[in-house]
């Protein structure tokens, strides 16, 4: 099947890069377009033996010309990665494009801008990095100095996910290569086409063998696996679904490899009566819908003031049944398609499921009728439910669609427990004018971040994770540099 958005012509075949050579295994699997399930282009799955290669050529790089050089030659690496993103800009964005079905200006202003972003803050930010010192002096009149250094871990295995494609890799590993680590990747099978792009500008920009690798293929019994349980790998990051970073725990602990996780969420939007109503109705549009609702940031749990309750789910209602479910092109479009087939099967279990339970359909709940290829792509309906109480499988499970419940509260007391109990604890975002409500709900929830009359709006100094099952450790600024440092202490007795 032909496709509109097709991947650009660098990425006619997608494969690993291991050692600073693209390779290919013959072991294909096929990249589909989730717009109409066209298949895009055909990927080299990475074996166990490949995987090996990859991981020992990231430690061999270690000891060569990557590992002599300062940290403002590496932060220099970093701003000619940046710049060669910024060269092949509309290729990064037709590559997300074509494997998320995304719109283009999404693709535009948020994943490849960050993804140029991700390189050129942490390049500014390890510049200027310090450590910290201590003078003491002993019981028996000694007088130490302690200092502490930055040292690489070694080679880092970064697992990313689908849903920001581009923006979630680059995440990691402009902060790991910054600290001057070595990395081994393996992005999404859903998603390897921006990957591999990355991997093409690496070369361009003259990062030296064996510095970034990347894997492709699926997780168990495959590259992700491969890598994760690979005895010379030093540290894992990962980002994804909170039963996939518990599987990937538990082979890290074989090894007491330090890990850092961003998994998923159950997000709650809290809206007072005293909100601005207007910017909360469009706010809680965005965090819902954004993404086709594949931002593990994104609320799924509504909850609105009983006296505004009823005029708040019909603007919401309004508001979602407006949204523009089309191409990545269309002008105006709001939402995409799901990523796959398979994944629009879980979600369409879940508007199955919320009926069961006995929710109320505001709007949607479906697949919309296109008439055209489209059908044969994954596509849902922006779906609004009320009337589940907080203990319904659709209210505590993160459904990782266009999708959220919304129910009334009484009192501030009241929304803080139900928001914190989940077994997640990612973001939230609270909608008031009351500036002292503001300070006092925000530092009650049991999350890693909370909005204040707005949602998703990101400095990338500050620490991003989440509580609970939502993850373990804090990515973003100096906890970025700290998670992918070996920080040493040096003690000196003068
Ligand atoms: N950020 C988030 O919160 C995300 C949540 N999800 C949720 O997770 C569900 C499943 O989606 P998946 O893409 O399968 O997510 P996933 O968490 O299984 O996959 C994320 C990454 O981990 C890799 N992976 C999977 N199992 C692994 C293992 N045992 N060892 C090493 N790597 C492994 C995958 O190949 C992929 O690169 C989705 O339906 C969605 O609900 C998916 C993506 C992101
Ligand atoms: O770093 C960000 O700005 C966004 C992060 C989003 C995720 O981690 C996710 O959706 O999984």
């Known amino acids: 099947m032909n496709h509109r958005f097709p991947l650009p012509d660098s990425l006619a075949e997608l ?14 699997f096929a990249n589909v377009s989730p717009i109409n399930g066209a298949v895009l282009a055909q990927v080299h799955e990475a074996d166990a033996a490949l995987a090996d290669r990859a991981v020992k050529s990231a430690k061999a790089a270690l000891d060569g010309p990557w590992g002599s050089m300062s940290v403002a030659e590496r932060a220099a690496v970093l701003d000619k990665v940046a710049d060669a993103i910024e060269r092949r800009y509309d290729e990064f964005v037709a590559a997300e494009v074509a494997d998320t079905g995304r719109s283009i200006e999404q693709a535009r202003t948020l994943d490849v801008y960050r993804g140029v972003a991700n ?24 007088d130490v100095m302690n200092y502490t250094v930055r040292k690489p871990h070694g080679v880092i295995a970064i697992i990313s996910p689908w849903n920001l494609p581009l923006l979630l890799l680059t995440w990691k590993v402009a902060p790991a290569l910054a600290c001057g680590n070595t990395v081994v990747v393996k ?6 086409s921006s990957a591999t792009l990355l991997a093409q500008v690496m070369d361009e920009a003259g990062v030296p063998p064996g510095v970034f690798n990347l894997l492709h293929g699926f997780g168990p019994d495959s590259a992700g696996e491969f890598l994760t349980g690979h005895p010379d790998i030093d540290a894992i990051t990962f980002t994804g679904e909170s039963s996939t970073g518990s ?9 007491v ?20 109503f207007d910017a909360a109705v469009a706010g809680v549009i965005r965090s819902s819908f954004t993404n086709s609702g594949q931002v593990c940031l994104c609320s799924e749990r509504v909850y609105v003031e009983r006296p505004i309750f009823d005029r708040f789910v019909a603007a919401l209602k309004e508001k979602a049944e407006a949204l523009k479910v089309g191409y990545p092109d269309e002008p105006g479009v709001d939402m995409g398609p799901l990523i796959s087939k398979g994944h629009r ?23 919309p009728a296109f008439g055209d290829e489209r059908d044969e792509g994954a596509f849902v ?26 129910a009334p509260f009484d009192t501030d007391e009241e929304v803080i427990a139900r928001v914190n109990d989940s077994p997640y604890g990612l973001a939230a975002s609270v909608w008031t004018t009351s500036l002292k409500r503001a300070h006092n709900v925000s530092r009650r929830l049991r999350t890693g971040i909370t909005w204040v009359n ?3 709006l990101r400095d990338l100094r500050t620490p991003f994770g989440g509580a609970k099952q939502s993850g373990l450790g804090r990515e973003g600024g100096q906890y970025s540099l700290d998670f992918y440092s070996e920080i040493s202490n040096i003690s000196i007795q003068l």
């Open 345 to 367: 099967d879980k979600v369409l279990s879940y508007y199955k499921l919320a009926l069961e339970e006995g929710a109320t359909l505001v709007c949607g709940g479906g697949v």
């Open 187 to 192: 992005p999404s099978e859903e998603t390897p």
């Open 119 to 142: 390189f050129r803050t942490f390049a500014d930010l390890v510049k200027v990095a310090g450590g910290e010192t201590y003078d003491m002096r002993t019981a028996s009149g000694h």
């Open 381 to 406: 309906q922006p779906t609004i439910w009320t009337g589940l109480p907080d203990t319904a499988r659709c209210v505590r499970e993160e459904v990782f669609g266009p999708v959220c419940h919304i």
């Open 454 to 456: 707005t949602w998703f």
């Open 15 to 28: 494969r690993n890069y291991v050692n600073g050579e693209f390779v290919a295994t013959g072991k294909l």
């Open 257 to 276: 490899k330090e890990v850092s996780f961003e998994l998923g969420g159950k997000n709650a939007a809290v809206v007072f009566a005293d909100a601005d």
């Open 247 to 255: 599987t990937i725990m538990k082979v890290a602990a074989e090894g």
